[in-house]
């Protein structure tokens, strides 16, 4: 699969598809919306023939002439696909998969679908914390089943090379790794072929990333030298070589070369080097932006978040977009929404220099058990929300033009009524095709609050939205600056028509699994931050914790001891166990109240109803 090819044929049918009308998906559960439903009947069927006769053949009349455009037709008789190729047949497949009903029946329909950027990719950082084969394929399959179509593969940084080397064994040395970092633990080329082949079955497009010269601290420990000696270079060339060599350009078109967050004495002189290195191997380039300076040929990765004060995209250069936020730095509730928000490319519409984007996932923290990795940073629900948007393409509508990014509108905002309808498809999946890899999920809304916001020189108070409040985001609306001590009140009426029990998320931050920097858990007895929750006067016991007051570092921990200390579930509310909250008939007043007091700090507040928990 070509990504070069990818974007030469997209570019051929944006013209004459950009202004093409797009029917709601609202009542069917497919992610992502499909851009043109016709609905051919009034009733669910079984067809005759359940079995999906399908049609390749370029120039298919009135579809347009992408590798990834489909149509599917749904009636009594029988199940049709056409695809103008493989890949279209196979998303026609995963379209055709989530419209099953449980007892077998089909909706009688017409779907015309293509995307509206051509790159839709997810990242997995595998030099920090190594996940293995079993575990790439599994995310591969994830990703697959929503359409995307390009998995980044970050196959180096600080703690080690994953990247079998024959040319210099002791690049796959555990000695000259970084401690408890998975030492010695690489992918053979055997491994590498078989989930290039694995991806490529599935419709994915793989981009290995080879950070250099930054993010290379296991360089300088084997070897002695930087990656932009002319010794590293040497290294770097045979290296590159060799994996060139092994991994085919036929399958693997691109390779990323980082270049980010790195300060060197000849950045110009370095990149010319390490493009042109590439290339000669028949590859084309990626990196980063901000990152050293690229030229006009390679696809930048800009990955600066917006915001108020958010650094501009690239201009006249083609680029994808990883500016939505990475997974792991979040709140993965919330940053379902933050994602589905997120206007790809500033605009919403691909052209020959916005080609797509990709969402990352960055541990820059030791994780433990690799299996919690995709719950303990919502992977599943991150890449449906990413799907979504960077398929049916467009910005979310929005009654005014605030930049929502975390902050939640209210639930009369016809964005946060799309988002809505939105989580009613991902609770579908959630009960039917991802119960364990959904299940830290839960849907959010948008309830009014009161907030107050004070220290000894400032008293603001302001109406919020959301089951979730990103209060250093809403500090930040309302010029309250970052980094200052404050406290905090936040307040509403919750309406019961009968005594009753009910359960809730109880969050009072949400640290970054890139860093340690939080409050960790707290004492017994005790919520983070100095929080408090009471209902109608009563204060709500937090749980009985298992490692009170651990984890409280009030400092950025890269490089530190303490970013080997793995996440466990007790410190990311998420993960805990719904708190039980008895609810009188009638109105019940719910007074949350935390404090900002330290740098670094996330200054968040949640509390979530879940729905039909059983203790």
Known sequence: MSLKYAIVSFMLIYASIATSAKASSDELPIIPQPQSIKWLGHTYIVPE??????????????????????????NDKHIQISANDRQGALWAKRTLMQLRQPDGSYPQIQITDYPEFPIRGFLYDD??????????????????????????????????????????????????????????KFYTYDEIREIFEYADQRGIMIIPEIDMPGHSDYFQTTFGVPMDSERGKNILERCIAEFCEEIPADICPYIHIGSDEVHITDPDGFMSWAQKLVRSHGRNTMAWDPGLPADSFTIRQFWREGGLNGEKYPENVPFVDSAMGYLNNYD?????????????????????????????????????DKDLTAQHNGLASGIMAFSERAWYGGSTSTDDSM?????????????MQQFENFQKRIAYHKQWFLEQELSYWTPIHAPEW??????????????????????????????????????????????????????????????????????????????????????????????????????????????????????????????????????????????????????????????????KYQP
């Open 332 to 368: 993965p509730l919330l940053a379902t929404a933050k994602i589905y928000f997120h206007t790809i490319c500033g605009t919403g519409r691909a052209d020959k220099h916005r080609i797509g984007g990709i969402v990352c996932l960055w541990n820059d923290v030791r994780v433990e």
């Open 403 to 415: 930049p929502y990014g975390t902050i939640i509108p209210p639930h009369t905002d016809r964005g």
């Open 127 to 184: 030099g920090r914390n190594f996940a293995g084969v079993d575990r790439i394929k599994k995310y591969i399959d994830i990703m697959s089943s929503y359409k995307l179509n390009t998995f980044q593969w970050h196959l180096t940084d600080k703690p080690a090379w994953r990247i079998e080397c024959k040319s210099f064994p002791r690049l796959n040395d555990g000695r000259f790794q970084r401690p408890g970092r998975d030492q010695g």
């Open 450 to 611: 009161d907030v107050e916001i004070h220290n000894d020189t400032i008293n603001c108070e302001f109406k919020a939205y959301g089951d979730i409040l990103d209060l250093d985001a809403l500090c930040r609306v309302h010029n309250i600056p970052d980094n200052i001590p404050l406290s905090c009140q936040i307040s509403r009426n919750i309406h019961s028509d009968i005594d009753t029990v009910k359960y809730f998320k109880i969050g009072f931050e949400a640290p970054a699994r890139s860093n340690r920097n939080s409050d960790g858990i707290a004492q017994q007895g005790e919520w983070p931050n100095e929080g408090r929750i009471s209902v109608n006067g009563i204060n709500i016991t937090p749980p009985i914790w298992n490692e009170p007051g651990a984890y409280r570092y009030h400092y950025n921990t890269w490089a530190r001891l303490e970013e080997e200390l793995p996440y466990t579930d007790e410190q990311l509310y998420w993960m805990r166990n719904p708190v039980a909250i008895q609810l009188k008939k009638g109105s019940n007043n719910i007074v949350i109240s935390l404090k900002r007091h330290f740098n670094g700090q996330h200054f968040q507040a949640s509390f979530i109803e879940v729905p």
């Open 49 to 74: 023939d359940t079995v999906p006769t399908i049609t390749i053949a370029s120039g298919i009349v009135d579809l347009p002439a992408s590798r990834e455009s489909y149509r599917l037709i749904i």
